[in-house]
């Protein structure tokens, strides 16, 4: 059985669950899927999540082309514009 969770409406990180296995897929690869904390967030209301409905394994995978580059910089440079 293949359950299609859906993480967030703007699709960052895609979640797919088939019996006891949740993968998880960072979903900006225009961004060479750097992490923003609105998908840190997603990233753990998933993983919680995963740990009340059975599942067993969660796989972390990015989309084409990167696994994931590491934070956006673009956003941490406007983060640090506040300061």
């Given amino acids: 059985m293949t ?3 859906n993480a ?4 960052e990180i895609l979640a ?3 019996e006891a296995i949740c993968t998880l897929t960072l979903n900006r690869p225009q961004a060479r899927n750097a992490l923003t904390t609105h998908m840190a967030d997603l990233l753990i209301s998933q993983i919680e999540a995963c740990q009340s409905d059975g599942t067993r394994v969660i796989i972390l995978t990015g ?6 580059s590491g ?5 941490i440079a406007e983060l640090g514009k506040g300061n």
């Avoid at 967030?8 to 699709?11: F, I, L, N, P, V």
């Avoid at 989309?63 to 994931?68: E, N, V």
């Fill in 3 to 5: 359950d299609h969770l």
């Fill in 16 to 18: 797919e669950r088939t």
């Fill in 8 to 11: 967030s409406t703007d699709d």
């Fill in 71 to 75: 934070g956006d910089l673009n956003l």
């Fill in 63 to 68: 989309s084409a082309p990167a696994f994931c």
